[in-house]
């Protein structure tokens, strides 16, 4: 059975990139990655209470504070709740990845999903 998720690349997958980059081994690389990741990840915690980190060819990270909502409702029970303001994450992509991934999947050969504008199924493939 197939699963619908799609692949999940972990730490270990970028330090086994990062290594076949570098010409390193993975052992090597796996510190250096975990570092990185972890510093990302520490400076948009640390943020009072924005902050932008702006990775050149990759894209932004940012931090950005949210204003409350007073009236939001609760879907199950119908009850209106106050949620408070708090922090939330953005990431945007550089132009250089942002590019390649707005290229058609039809153009890249792989399946376009059912239901999709540019979807054709096969049958309609054929008769052409």
């Given at each position: 059975?197939?699963?619908?998720?799609?692949?999940?690349?972990?730490?270990?997958?970028?330090?086994?990139?990062?290594?076949?980059?570098?010409?390193?081994?993975?052992?090597?690389?796996?510190?250096?990655?975990?570092?990185?990741?972890?510093?990302?990840?520490?400076?948009?915690?640390?943020?009072?209470?924005?902050?932008?980190?702006?990775?050149r060819d990759f894209?932004?990270?940012?931090?950005?504070?949210?204003?409350?909502?007073?009236?939001?409702r609760n879907p199950?029970?119908?009850?209106?709740?106050?949620?408070?303001?708090?922090?939330?994450?953005?990431?945007?992509?550089?132009?250089?990845?942002?590019?390649?991934?707005?290229?058609p999947l039809s153009?890249?050969?792989?399946?376009?999903?059912?239901?999709?504008?540019?979807?054709?199924?096969?049958?309609?493939?054929?008769?052409?």
């Amino acid at each position: 059975m197939k699963s619908d998720r799609p692949k999940t690349l972990t730490k270990k997958d970028v330090a086994r990139r990062v290594s076949e980059i570098m010409g390193e081994p993975i052992y090597k690389c796996e510190p250096w990655v975990g570092t990185v990741i972890s510093a990302i990840g520490e400076l948009m915690m640390e943020a009072d209470p924005d902050i932008r980190i702006e990775l050149r060819d990759f894209g932004v990270f940012e931090v950005k504070k949210t204003r409350a909502k007073p009236k939001a409702r609760n879907p199950k029970t119908n009850e209106t709740v106050f949620i408070p303001s708090r922090r939330k994450t953005h990431f945007k992509p550089s132009k250089r990845i942002k590019s390649v991934l707005q290229q058609p999947l039809s153009e890249l050969d792989y399946e376009v999903p059912q239901g999709s504008a540019d979807y054709v199924s096969e049958d309609l493939a054929v008769a052409d």
